[in-house]
Every structure is written in C-alpha cells, then in structure tokens.
T-cell receptor
Framework: SQKIEQNSEALNIQEGKTATLTCNYTNYSPAYLQWYRQDPGRGPVFLLLIRENEKEKRKERLKVTFDTTLKQSLFHITASQPADSATYLCALPLGNSGYSTLTFGKGTMLLVSP | EAQVTQNPRYLITVTGKKLTVTCSQNMNHEYMSWYRQDPGLGLRQIYYSMNVEVTDKGDVPEGYKVSRKEKRNFPLILESPSPNQTSLYFC??????????????FGDGTRLSIL
C-alpha cells in the first residue's frame, strides 16, 4: 500500500543551525510533493511545492529537495530561529480516486532552542 | 482577507446529539475537504468535494455526512456522535483537485469533545 513516512521523533536543534527534515514515501510516483507548517492547535499552512522534474526549490531560508529515485524529499531550514519551532508535514497526491486527494504524513516536530 | 472559516471552534457535546460543523471559504475554490487529526495518526481525510453537488469519501468517512449545495460552504454533519469522534477537525479548500498541484488552505480547526 502507499505510505508516507516522516520521523516521528522531534528534532531539537540550536538557533542558527540548519534543520533537515525527511519525508519518505513508498509504492508510488507522485507528480509533486508539498510541505506545510502546523503550529499547535492551528491549521496547516502551505510552505512549498516541488514537482517531480525539479530537484530543488528554495524560498527565503527554506529549501526542499525531491529525489524520485530514493522516493524521498528533504526539507531544510537554514539559520533556524526559535520562531521556526512547529510541526512540519509533507503531503503527496496519493489515493485511488484519480489523484483527487492530498495525503499527509504524520509530521515531524521541530524545536529550535535559543 | 482570503480565509477558510470554521464554526464552532470548540464544542463539548454528548453521545447521540446531532451536530453540524460549518465551513465556509471566500476564495471561490472548487475543492473542499474535511480532515480529522488525532495524536499519533496525523491528518486523515473524512470527505472531500470537487465541486457543488459532488462529494466523495476519504479515508475515514464512517459516522460522518457532508453536503455541498453552494460553492463556498461545506458543512460536516455528525448524525449520532460517539466518543471515538472526539478529535480536532480541519476544513480545507483549494482552487482545484490535487492533480492541479494546488496547495490547500486550512481553517483554524474545531476541537470536538463527545462525552
């Protein structure tokens, strides 16, 4: 079955370091992948989308890579700040209904300490 | 301001008492969806709608109903709520289906407790 895996353990890093989060998927070849940020008790907020023919995408301090051979996406936050502390979700168009739905990973919590 | 609005934000109710959670978006989006989020299980899709009068089941539709009579509204109905439906619920919308690479815009969530 199709599956999305994100590290369930929280990632703790110090301010100023680069945070790297991983999203792995199996049994599928998605046309794109999205990353979202979710703060406690709030809805996810879209950050970046990367297509299968794009190896890398950047937005300010954020960088996403997409390796369709490894079936993996890496999400990097450079020069991390305490305000970056949140849960980060990856999402792919999985499913059996003609790609009509977006399926989310369970997310990885990032904690940036001053 | 572009937004997805859910009401209520919090609700405590009892088993069997019908309830409706409303969702409205002001972006003229075609696609709307309901998710529930539970610890350790992540976001799971309940129902989605690709346009007015077009709805379909997601991964966990049992015990829920939806309707899409107008483009902007997509209410979630629990006809006979049970304690296992205690959860944090999110409504989301996007301009098109996932095939169109569109990001989803989420509401702020409804925390539902069923005793």
């Amino acid at each position: 079955s199709q599956k999305i895996e994100q590290n369930s353990e929280a990632l703790n890093i110090q301010e100023g370091k680069t945070a790297t989060l991983t999203c792995n998927y199996t049994n599928y070849s998605p046309a794109y992948l999205q990353w979202y940020r979710q703060d406690p008790g709030r809805g996810p907020v879209f950050l970046l989308l990367i297509r299968e023919n794009e190896k890398e995408k950047r937005k300010e301090r954020l960088k996403v890579t997409f390796d369709t051979t490894l079936k993996q996406s890496l999400f990097h936050i450079t020069a991390s700040q305490p305000a970056d502390s949140a849960t980060y979700l990856c999402a792919l168009p999985l499913g059996n209904s003609g790609y009509s739905t977006l399926t989310f990973g369970k997310g990885t919590m990032l904690l940036v300490s001053p | 301001e572009a937004q997805v609005t859910q009401n209520p934000r919090y609700l405590i109710t009892v088993t069997g008492k019908k309830l409706t959670v409303t969702c409205s978006q002001n972006m003229n989006h075609e696609y709307m969806s309901w998710y529930r989020q539970d610890p350790g299980l992540g976001l799971r899709q309940i129902y989605y709608s690709m346009n007015v009068e077009v709805t379909d089941k997601g991964d966990v539709p049992e015990g829920y109903k939806v309707s899409r009579k107008e483009k902007r509204n997509f209410p979630l109905i629990l006809e006979s709520p049970s304690p296992n439906q205690t959860s944090l619920y999110f409504c989301a919308s996007s301009p098109g289906t996932a095939r169109r690479n569109q990001p989803q815009h989420f509401g702020d969530g409804t925390r539902l407790s069923i005793l």
